[in-house]
C-alpha cells in the first residue's frame, strides 16, 4: 500500500508561477512512477506530467514547456514546478502511483492523494 499526501496549492495570479509536492510513504518511493493529474470543474481528469522510475519524463500538450516534474528519492517526493501558470490551469491536482512503468492513462495508477486546488486568477 502507498500512501500519497500533495501539497502546494493555492491562488496566484495569471503568469506566475507553484510548486506542488507529493509525499509517498508505504513502499520503496524509487520503484514508482509517479505522475500528476488535474481535474478541474465540470471535465474530466486530465493527464499533465508523468515521471518514471529512471526520471524520463513526459508532459501533457496542455502544460508543455510551462510545467517541469521531478522527483527525490532521498525525500520519497515527487514535485511539480508550474511556471507560466493560465487561467485555464486552475484544476484540483492529483499525484499518482503505480509500480509499473510509467503511463499518461489515469487508469493505469494504483495509487492516489487527496489532490491539491489550484486557482489562477486573471
Known amino acids: 500500500q502507498v500512501q500519497l499526501v500533495e501539497s502546494g496549492g493555492g491562488l496566484v495570479q495569471a503568469g506566475g508561477s507553484l510548486r506542488l509536492s507529493c509525499a509517498a510513504s508505504?513502499?520503496?518511493?524509487?520503484?514508482?512512477?509517479m505522475g500528476w493529474f488535474r481535474q478541474a470543474p465540470g471535465k474530466e481528469r486530465e493527464f499533465a506530467a508523468t515521471?518514471?522510475?529512471?526520471?524520463?519524463?513526459y508532459y501533457g500538450d496542455s502544460v508543455k514547456g510551462r510545467f517541469t516534474i521531478s522527483r527525490d528519492n532521498a525525500k520519497n517526493t515527487v514535485y511539480l514546478q508550474m511556471d507560466s501558470l493560465k487561467p485555464e490551469d486552475t484544476a484540483v491536482y492529483y499525484c499518482?502511483?503505480?509500480?509499473?512503468?510509467?503511463?499518461?492513462?489515469?487508469?493505469?495508477?494504483?495509487?492516489w492523494g487527496q489532490g491539491t486546488q489550484v486557482t489562477v486568477s486573471s
Open positions: 499518482g502511483a503505480r509500480a509499473g512503468a510509467t503511463s499518461q492513462q489515469q487508469s493505469a495508477y494504483d495509487y
Open positions: 508505504g513502499r520503496t518511493f524509487s520503484s514508482l512512477s
Open positions: 515521471i518514471s522510475k529512471g526520471s524520463n519524463t
